[in-house]
Each structure stands twice: as structure tokens, then as C-alpha cells.
């Protein structure tokens, strides 16, 4: 669910799960599933895709939770946040296979 804010709805309104939008100019992109280098450099690759699919099959396991609820932050905060090796926590729902 993409959420648009007019001139006279605060972001304190939203729910904590959709504030991880950034706007791009008319753009909307969902940082938690976009991978550090496509954020970085704004080229998407097969990679970037399954750094993607990755956060999918993570949020699958969790049963719904949203990635990265403790860095929901400005894009430069939560690519820095991403650089400095912090990683999605393995769901307790997940089978050790995977």
C-alpha cells in the first residue's frame, strides 16, 4: 500500500508500517526492500531484485511484521544504517533449511 500525504495530513497520522516511504519527486519507493547499492546509486539490478525478494520471503516468515520497524529514518539515516552491516534477524517462523 503506497500512502500519499496532502498539504494538510502530518506523517504522525500514518501508520508506523507505511512511514518508510520516501518520495523521490513523484516517485514513491519503499526503502526496506530496496537494496543498499540501489539506493545508493539508483540502479536496479537481478541482485537488487533479490535483496527484494529476500525482504518478501523475511516478512513471509514473520508472519507479516515489517522490516526494519527500528530504522524507520530518513534515506541517508537508514543507508548508512544498512552500510554498517545491519541486517534483517532471521523470523522465528523460519525453517533453519532456509
Known amino acids: ?8 495530513q502530518s506523517q504522525s ?8 516511504l520516501w518520495f523521490f519527486s513523484k516517485d ?3 526503502l526496506a526492500w530496496i537494496a543498499p547499492e540501489a539506493l545508493r546509486d539508483s540502479k536496479f539490478t537481478t541482485q ?6 529476500g525482504v518478501t520471503v523475511w516478512e513471509i516468515f514473520s ?9 524507520l529514518m530518513k534515506l541517508d539515516e537508514f543507508l548508512s544504517y ?11 517462523y523460519c525453517p533453519s533449511e532456509l
Request: one cysteine or more; glycine letters at 4%.
Open 1 to 8: 500500500m503506497l500512502v500519499q500525504l496532502n498539504k494538510s
Open 13 to 20: 497520522r500514518i501508520p508506523l508500517k507505511y512511514q518508510m
Open 28 to 30: 514513491r519507493i519503499p
Open 48 to 53: 537488487s531484485d533479490v535483496w527484494s525478494f
Open 63 to 71: 508472519l507479516g511484521q515489517h522490516p526494519y520497524d527500528r530504522a
Open 82 to 92: 544498512l552500510e554498517r552491516g545491519n541486517r534483517l534477524t532471521c523470523p522465528e
